[in-house]
C-alpha cells in the first residue's frame, strides 16, 4: 500500500460511457495481485473531494503501467474522463484483498463471470491463472451491445460467453442463463467460479453455487471513504458470525471474499 | 536568541504537552492502525481516537457515506469493538508510540454509559486525555442529545469529571442555536477544553432512487465545506470560555491550522482530509513551520485568538 504520482498514458472511449485509462508509474511494481483496486484523486481541488475506487484491469509490470476501466458515471468518474496523456494522476493503492489463485491447479476449469463494470478486473485474473495452466471461461454480462466491452481481449485468454439484457449482442437474459448443461457450464464442468459485477448477480451466485458446496470468490464495491480500512463506511455482515469480528470491510478484508463468507444484502 | 523548531510548534493544551499542534481527529483515523503503514504516528502532535461506548456497536447500515461539493456526509454510526477491546488491543497497540499523547472519544447511550468508559480509559497508561462526544449526529440514543442543551451538557461533564483522571473536552456540535451557551455550561461544570465543531446535519437524494443517499436519510458534514463555519464558532466561543479549544472542521493546509489559531484555537484536530491523503498530518506539521516564517510569527502558540485579540 503506497501513494504515487502516475502519468496518464491514454485515456480513450472504448464502449458507451466506458474509458480505458493507461498511467505508468513506479507504483504499478507492486500490483501483483489480481482483484485490488486503486484510489483515485479525480482532479486536484476538494470537488471532487474524496478519491474513487476503481478495479485494476490489467498490468505491465516490466513497463511500469497499469490499465482501469471505468464508467464515468457520476462527478468523479466524469473528472477522470477528462484526463489526457502526459498529465499526473494522484492514486492509492494497490489496495485490498484481490483474487485467491494460490491454491489454482494446472488443468482446471475456472469460470470467471463479469456484470457491466465489474467485468475489467477478470482480464488481469485470467491472464493470471493462464500462466498458471489453468482453463478459463468467460461469462459476461451487459444492458446492450452498445456497452460491450473487453470482449476481444479476453478471447485470448479463454472462451467467451456474452449476454446482454435486450439481446443485441450474444445470449439474451442475465450471466446465469449460461451457466447451464446447454452451454457446457453446468456445475459439474467446472471447479471454481470467480466473479464480479452488481449485488444481484453476486447474490445469485452465491446463494446457488454456496448452497450446492461449490468454490467461489465474489468481488463487492461501495461507496468508501478512505479505503485503507480507517474509516468502515464500507462495511458489510458476516453469514456466520463467529469468535471474531461481525462484519468485514470491502476496502481492506475485500474487495473479493470466498462464497459464505458475507451477506449480500 | 532564535526558538528551536521544536518549540516553535510545541502547545500545552490543557497539561497535555504536544511536540506540535496537530491531531487527527475522532472517527477519522480508526485506532491509528492503518495510518502506521505509511508514517510512524509518533510524528503527531497528539491522537483523537475512534469514539468509544461500553458495549461493541455495529454501527449503520451502507451506503454510510455520500460526497457533497467540498465535503462529505456519513454516517457510520459510531461502530466501535467496545470498552474491553479497546483497553485489551487498541490502546495497548497505541502505547508503542511513546511519544504520542491519547485522546480517547468517549460516547454513551446513557449517562452511565459516559462514566463507564471515561473512568477506565482514563487510567490507561497512555490515555492523556478524553473528549466527550456529546454531537454524533448519527445515533439514535445518546451522542447529540446531550450536546443540545446547556443544562444536560453542563451535568454530563460534572459527572465524568468526578471520574477522570485525565483533562476532558467536550466536543461541542454545531448544530444549536447558541453554541456559546454550551460551551460556557460545560465549561463551568469543570469542562478543561473544548473541541469544536463536530459534524453538520446534513442529506443527499439519490435523483434516480428518489431517495437519500445514505441509509440512514441524515448524515454528518465534514470537510472543507465546513470550514468557514467552524471558524466563525471558535472565533466566537473563545472570546467567551477561557479554556482551551481544539479546532477542527475541514482543516486540509498549514494555512488552514493557522486561521483555526487566529479564530481563537489552541491545537486542531485534522479529519476528513486524512481520506482523500493519508499523509496529511505530517504533510502539515512539515509545513508550519515555513509558513510561520512566511508571516512573521515566533510560534504557533501566539496565534491563539489573533484574529480577536486588540
Known sequence: MNKGVLNVISNLSIAERIFRLEVEGEL??????????VHVKCGT???PLLRRPI???????????????????????????????GQPLDILGPLGEGFPIEGRKAGEHVLLVGGGIGVPPLYYLGKELKK????????IGFGTASQVFLEQE???????????????????GLVTDVLTEAYGLAMSEWDALYSCGPLPMLRALQDTYQAAGKEGYISLEQRMGCGIGACLACVCSVQEPGEGKKYRKICSDGPVFAFGEVQLV | MTISAKDRLAVNLAGIKMKNPVMPASGCFGFGREYAQFYDLNKLGAVAVKATTVEERQGNPTPRVAETPGGMLNAIGLQNPGLDDVMAYELPWLGKFDQLPVIVNVAGTVTDDYIKVAERVSEAPNVAGIELNISCPNVKCGGITFGTDPKIAGQLTEEIKKVSKVPVFVKLSPNVTDVVAIAKAVETAGADGLSMINTLLGMR????????????GTGGLSGPAIKPVAIRMIYEV??????????????QSADDVIEFFMAGASAVAVGTANFVDPLICPTIIDELETRLDQYGVQTIGELTGAGWKR
Do not use: W
Open chain 1, 28 to 37: 504499478v511494481g507492486c500490483m501483483t495481485q489480481p482483484g485490488q483496486f
Open chain 1, 45 to 47: 481541488g476538494i470537488d
Open chain 1, 55 to 85: 478495479s485494476i484491469c490489467d498490468v505491465d509490470i516490466e513497463r511500469r503501467r497499469m490499465t482501469m476501466i471505468y464508467r464515468a458515471e457520476g462527478h468523479g468518474t466524469h473528472v477522470l474522463s477528462q484526463y489526457v496523456p
Open chain 1, 132 to 139: 498458471r495452466g489453468v482453463r478459463v471461461t468467460f461469462v
Open chain 1, 154 to 172: 479476453l478471447a485470448e485468454l479463454g472462451a467467451v460467453h456474452i449476454v446482454t439484457i435486450d439481446g443485441t449482442a450474444g445470449v439474451k
Open chain 2, 205 to 216: 437524494i439519490d435523483l434516480k432512487t428518489r431517495r437519500p443517499i445514505l441509509a440512514n
Open chain 2, 238 to 251: 473563545s472570546q467567551q470560555v477561557k479554556i482551551p479549544i481544539i479546532g477542527m472542521g475541514g482543516i
